[in-house]
C-alpha cells in the first residue's frame, strides 16, 4: 500500500489533509530521486561477463581513452541491456509519482513524452533495441511486458509512441542543433563513457585492466577509480570495442560492495547499416497524438538539446577530443545559486532552497515528519542538524536552515562539508 492510502471509512476532511501531505513529501523527496537520477548519467554500468580473454596487442590508458574519444561509428542497431540499483528509498505508489513529477510531466501530459519515458531508465531493469544511421536517424525501443515505447528520429521529426496507451509524442530538432543540451538519462554504453571520463584528472587512477569479450567482440577494459577516499564510487570499468574504439559495456561498483549500480551493455551489436524502414513512423489508427507546441514545453526545446545527444545517440558528430576529458570538462550550468566545494570524485554540490529545511516528528506535521524522518538520517554538527538522503551513489543532506549539500561521497563527508561552511 502507498504511504497515506485512504481506505473505505476515511472522511472527506481526513483525505484532503493526506492529500495535503503527499504534495509536501513530494517537496522534500523529489530532490533526492532528482539525484538519483541524475546519478544515472554519470558513468553507471554493468558487471562485465567475460566469456574468453582475447589476446589483444597492449596499449596504454592514454591510447585506451584517446581511441574512444575517436570513435567515429554512425551506423548500427543491437540490444543493450540496462540495469539499475541506486537504492532509493522504497515509497511504493508515492516513488512512481515523484519519478514522473522529477522527469517533468505534469498532469494532462502524454505518456508517450520521451521526458517522462526515458526516466524508467533510472531503476530497475529494462531491454532496449538500438539503432543510428549518422546524426540524422536514429531509434530506441524500450521493450516492456506486452508492450513496447519507442522513440524515433529521422530527420527533423521526433516521434515517441507508446504502444500499451496508443499515445504518440511528436516534436522536431533543428538540423543543426548548437549550443548547451540538457541531456535525457543515457540509454548507450557511450554516453556512460563519455560522462565518467569527465572525471579524469589528478585525483583519479586509469588503467587498462587485461581484455574481455561482449557481444561476440573483442574488446579492452579500461578501469577508472578514485584515489582520493570519503567517495561513494569504488571502481568504473568500460569495455571498449578493440577495432572501432565504441564503449560496448560498463561497470559501477560502489565503494560499499555489493552489485554493480548500474549495468548497461550491448547484449547483441552490429555495425552494417540498419535498414531505411527502420526509422519510418506513421502514427497508428486511432492513436492520441500530441504535438510539443501543445504540451506546455518551450517550442525549441528538442531543437536546442539535440536529439542524438539525448538519447545516447550521438554518432558520427565529428566532434572528437584529441585529449583525454579533464575534471569537470563539459558539465553544464547547476541550478541558481548552486556551488561546488571540494574536488574531483569529492565534489560536493551546495544550493540553499530558501525554506526551513526538512519538518520532522511532531513538530514537523506528525506523520509527515514520521514519515520523512524513516527515509533519511538525522545528523548533527556544528552546523546545526539535518536529514542525509542515502543511495548506492548519491547522498544528500538538507540541513534544518534549508541548505542542501549533495555529492558522490560518504554522509560523514557531507557532515564535514557542511561543519566547514559554518
Known amino acids: 500500500m502507498a504511504p497515506y492510502a485512504s481506505d473505505d471509512n476515511t472522511i472527506a476532511g481526513e483525505v484532503d489533509e493526506q492529500r495535503s ?24 554500468v554493468p558487471a562485465l561477463a567475460d566469456s574468453g580473454d582475447p589476446d589483444l596487442p597492449k596499449i596504454t590508458a592514454q591510447q585506451l581513452i584517446e581511441k ?50 526515458l526516466t524508467e531508465l ?52 533543428s538540423e543543426s542543433p548548437k549550443g548547451d543540451r540538457e541531456q535525457q538519462p543515457p540509454a548507450l554504453p557511450k554516453d556512460f563513457a563519455e560522462e565518467a571520463l569527465k572525471a579524469v584528472g589528478d585525483t583519479t587512477s586509469v588503467t587498462v585492466d587485461g581484455t574481455a569479450q561482449v557481444a561476440g567482440r573483442d574488446a579492452y577494459k579500461l578501469v577508472v577509480k578514485p584515489k582520493q577516499s570519503g567517495s561513494t564510487v569504488g571502481a568504473i570499468t568500460v569495455a571498449v570495442d578493440s577495432e572501432t574504439g565504441l564503449p560496448l559495456k560498463f561497470t559501477l561498483t560502489p565503494a560499499g560492495g555489493g552489485a554493480a549500480v548500474v549495468d548497461a551493455g550491448f547484449t547483441q551489436v552490429s555495425f552494417a547499416e540498419p535498414a531505411a524502414s527502420t526509422f519510418d513512423f506513421t502514427p497508428p489508427k486511432g492513436a492520441k497524438v500530441t504535438e510539443e507546441k501543445d504540451s506546455g514545453k518551450a517550442s525549441g526545446k528538442a531543437s536546442e538539446e539535440g536529439f542524438g545527444e539525448g538519447l545516447g545517440l550521438g554518432f558520427g558528430k565529428g566532434e572528437a577530443r584529441e585529449h583525454a576529458p579533464k575534471a569537470g570538462e563539459g558539465h553544464g550550468k547547476g541550478p541558481d545559486g548552486m556551488k561546488t566545494i571540494g574536488e574531483g570524485w569529492n565534489s560536493i554540490a551546495v544550493f540553499d532552497t530558501g525554506g526551513e529545511g526538512m519538518p520532522s516528528g511532531k513538530a514537523g506535521g ?57
Open 366 to 422: 506528525g506523520d509527515l515528519g514520521g514519515f520523512l524522518d524513516s527515509l533519511g538520517d538525522k545528523v548533527t554538527g556544528k552546523f546545526g542538524s539535518g536529514t542525509v538522503f542515502s543511495t548506492r551513489l548519491v547522498n544528500a543532506l538538507m540541513t534544518d536552515d534549508g541548505k542542501v549539500y549533495v555529492g558522490m561521497v560518504t554522509k560523514d563527508a557531507l557532515v564535514k562539508a557542511a561543519d566547514a561552511a559554518k
Open 122 to 173: 533510472a531503476s530497475g531493469t529494462h531491454t532496449l533495441r538500438v539503432a543510428a544511421d549518422g546524426p540524422e536517424k536514429q531509434k530506441l525501443s524500450l521493450l516492456e511486458n506486452a508492450a513496447e515505447y519507442s522513440l524515433i528520429h529521422n530527420g527533423k521529426d521526433v516521434w515517441g509512441y507508446d504502444s500499451k496507451s496508443n499515445e504518440v509524442y511528436h516534436g522536431t530538432v
Open 21 to 44: 501531505g503527499r504534495r509536501k513529501a513530494a517537496r522534500y523527496v523529489v530532490p533526492v530521486t532528482v539525484m538519483g537520477v541524475a546519478a544515472a548519467t554519470i558513468g553507471l
Open 68 to 117: 574512444i574519444a575517436k570513435s567515429d561509428v554512425e551506423q548500427l542497431s543491437g540490444t543493450v541491456k540496462i540495469s539499475t540499483d541506486l537504492g532509493l528509498p522504497n515509497l511504493g505508489g508515492l516513488e512512481s509519482s515523484l519519478m514522473s513529477g522529477a522527469a517533468g510531466q505534469g498532469e494532462g501530459g502524454s505518456s508517450a513524452d520521451p521526458t517522462a519515458k
